[in-house]
């Protein structure tokens, strides 16, 4: 039976800050790091979403966390298909960018290439450190099911081969019951972990909350909030949502049989409103005594 880490999406969120979680004395970012690695042993870095993160960084996030305590990074949005600024491109890319297509997804192999390569050796120094434990590709809700979205993904495994990457899929019919057996089965072909997700069921865009293991090593669910505002409203009204007792004990039953079939579970708030995400983390962890500090 594998083991379960709860934390949450992002610990230096402005809402989180100024909601008051971090005491007085711990809100630097040294501290705010070393505050929440006592307190939960994962947590989702998404500033590397939008600019390329850098080995100092990493360096840094080794050197303040304790040995055990792991780093979900999010992908550069370059390279899971989302539309992406020039400025956060290094200096140096920006010309290739510009003359590129409109698609990102059409973006430049080459141009991909290096991002990746430049993406990766900033995380060198977390990996080497044993701090980090996947990478999230979170991709866009237009990435549908299809032959031309396949190959995108081959190239994007090709891209990342030896890396531990866990794939979210915003578009819902990756998981609908009729195409839920080919995305295992791509996935687990490419070696890639399919992440769970908890949102709201009411919703044409709404992703079912199923649960694959499509690699062994470690299972990913992320908690989005019930929001309707899912998809239209702004970042707050997407992810408002405080997590009753009830809604998080939904998932107790399929969080323990992910259990039974990865080594590692991580369980991830994503609710990013005030301190929303962090008291779920913590009901959570109370509803499953085996996780782990």
């Given at each position: 039976?594998?083991?379960?880490?709860?934390?949450?999406?992002?610990?230096?969120?402005?809402?989180?800050?100024?909601?008051?979680?971090?005491?007085?004395?711990?809100?630097?970012?040294?501290?705010?790091?070393?505050?929440?690695?006592?307190?939960?042993?994962?947590?989702?870095?998404?500033?590397?979403?939008?600019?390329?993160?850098?080995?100092?960084?990493?360096?840094?996030?080794?050197?303040?966390?304790?040995?055990?305590?792991?780093?979900?990074?999010?992908?550069?949005?370059?390279?899971?298909?989302?539309?992406?600024?020039?400025?956060?491109?290094?200096?140096?890319?920006?010309?290739?960018?510009?003359?590129?297509?409109?698609?990102?997804?059409?973006?430049?192999?080459?141009?991909?290439?290096?991002?990746?390569?430049?993406?990766?050796?900033?995380?060198?120094?977390?990996?080497?450190?044993?701090?980090?434990?996947?990478?999230?590709?979170?991709?866009?809700?237009?990435?549908?099911?299809?032959?031309?979205?396949?190959?995108?993904?081959?190239?994007?495994?090709?891209?990342?081969?030896?890396?531990?990457?866990?794939?979210?899929?915003?578009?819902?019919?990756?998981?609908?019951?009729?195409?839920?057996?080919?995305?295992?089965?791509?996935?687990?072909?490419?070696?890639?972990?399919?992440?769970?997700?908890?949102?709201?069921?009411?919703?044409?865009?709404?992703?079912p909350p199923v649960t694959p293991v499509t690699?062994?090593?470690?299972?990913?669910?992320?908690?989005?909030?019930?929001?309707?505002?899912?998809?239209?409203?702004?970042?707050?009204?997407?992810?408002?949502?405080?997590?009753?007792?009830?809604?998080?004990?939904?998932?107790?039953?399929?969080?323990?049989?992910?259990?039974?079939?990865?080594?590692?579970?991580?369980?991830?708030?994503?609710?990013?409103?005030?301190?929303?995400?962090?008291?779920?983390?913590?009901?959570?962890?109370?509803?499953?005594?085996?996780?782990?500090?």
């Amino acid at each position: 039976m594998g083991g379960i880490a709860v934390g949450v999406c992002g610990w230096t969120d402005p809402a989180l800050v100024r909601s008051g979680w971090y005491p007085a004395g711990s809100r630097g970012a040294e501290g705010r790091l070393r505050y929440y690695a006592e307190r939960f042993p994962v947590v989702e870095a998404d500033a590397t979403y939008y600019a390329l993160p850098s080995a100092r960084n990493s360096e840094l996030w080794a050197a303040r966390t304790p040995a055990g305590f792991r780093f979900d990074v999010k992908a550069f949005s370059l390279l899971t298909g989302h539309p992406t600024r020039a400025a956060a491109l290094p200096a140096d890319l920006r010309p290739a960018f510009a003359r590129g297509p409109r698609n990102p997804r059409d973006a430049d192999p080459a141009l991909l290439d290096e991002v990746w390569a430049r993406f990766s050796g900033a995380l060198a120094p977390l990996r080497n450190a044993g701090r980090l434990g996947t990478l999230l590709f979170q991709f866009p809700p237009w990435l549908a099911p299809g032959a031309r979205a396949e190959e995108f993904l081959e190239r994007c495994a090709e891209r990342t081969d030896g890396w531990p990457v866990a794939v979210e899929f915003r578009h819902p019919d990756w998981w609908r019951r009729e195409a839920a057996d080919r995305t295992t089965a791509l996935l687990s072909g490419l070696g890639m972990a399919a992440v769970a997700v908890d949102m709201t069921q009411t919703l044409p865009a709404s992703v079912p909350p199923v649960t694959p293991v499509t690699s062994p090593g470690t299972a990913v669910v992320r908690f989005h909030g019930r929001s309707e505002a899912w998809g239209t409203g702004s970042k707050e009204d997407r992810y408002r949502h405080a997590y009753t007792t009830a809604e998080l004990t939904e998932w107790i039953p399929r969080i323990r049989s992910l259990t039974h079939r990865a080594d590692t579970v991580h369980v991830l708030f994503n609710n990013c409103c005030g301190d929303a995400a962090v008291r779920a983390a913590e009901t959570m962890r109370g509803l499953l005594p085996e996780t782990g500090r």
